[in-house]
């Protein structure tokens, strides 16, 4: 059973425009989740994390939200750059757990 | 990519052959993991290691072995027992206690093609 789902697997956009992914979890009792952007070809970089108390967090263009009850995260870009074509991972962790459980990824494509 | 360096960058191996990963820190982190990438799915979990001379089985440890002889070194060898070994593998470090809200960085991969 799947503890993470993403959406969508892909997409492709224009630079300059805004987008939002998603992340779906199942993972509990819930401790925190974090987004990564992993670039192609090299290893993910963590964006943000967000613990069971906080339901915004930004970092630069990159915001992402969580809704604890529904067990749903977002993760919006604004005013999207060549740069932030890459694949973004998200990582809902448990209380406790040792292990961290990666979601799939949205693999994100930036058009000029 | 931090203080993490793994190398080779590529590496291409024949059936039935052992390979050796290496994975580098210079963070004094005392946990350390191995993944296993392949296309459309999300990191897979090999082995990992919160302390020197200790290591656990991750989620998919069949056909791979580890050490842990040093804080900053976490060798991972892909055996021949491995039937799938074509894939892009990470190494990462963190801080130690069992605390998943202690960020994982990550090195830059190593990509084994098995020919």
């Known amino acids: 059973k799947n503890q993470v789902e993403q959406s969508p697997q892909s997409l492709i956009i224009l630079e300059g425009k805004n987008c939002t992914l998603q992340c779906n979890y199942t993972v509990s009792p819930f401790s925190n989740l974090r987004w990564y952007k992993q670039d192609t070809g090299r290893g993910p970089v963590s964006l943000t994390i967000m613990t069971f108390s906080e339901n915004t967090k930004s970092n630069g263009r990159y915001t992402a939200t969580l809704d604890a009850d529904t067990k749903q995260s977002s993760l919006h870009i604004t005013a999207s750059q060549l740069s932030d074509s890459a694949s973004y991972i998200c990582v809902p962790s448990a209380q406790g757990a040792q292990k961290l459980v990666f979601g799939q990824g949205t693999r994100l494509t930036i058009n000029p | 990519d931090g203080g993490i360096t793994q190398s080779p960058k590529y590496l291409f191996r024949k059936e039935g052959q052992n390979v050796t990963l290496s994975c580098e820190q210079n963070?004094?982190?005392?946990?350390m993991y191995w993944y296993r990438q392949d296309p459309g799915q999300g990191l897979r979990l090999i082995y990992y290691s919160q302390i020197v001379n200790d290591f656990q089985k991750g989620d998919i440890a069949e056909g791979y072995s580890v050490s842990r002889e040093k804080k900053e070194s976490f060798p991972l060898t892909v055996t021949s027992a491995q039937k799938n070994p074509t894939a892009f593998y990470l190494c990462?470090?963190?801080?130690?206690?069992?605390?998943?809200?202690?960020?994982?960085?990550f090195g830059p991969g190593t990509r084994l093609t098995v020919l």
């Open positions: 963070l004094n982190h005392d946990a």
């Open positions: 990462a470090s963190g801080v130690s206690g069992g605390s998943s809200y202690n960020e994982q960085f």
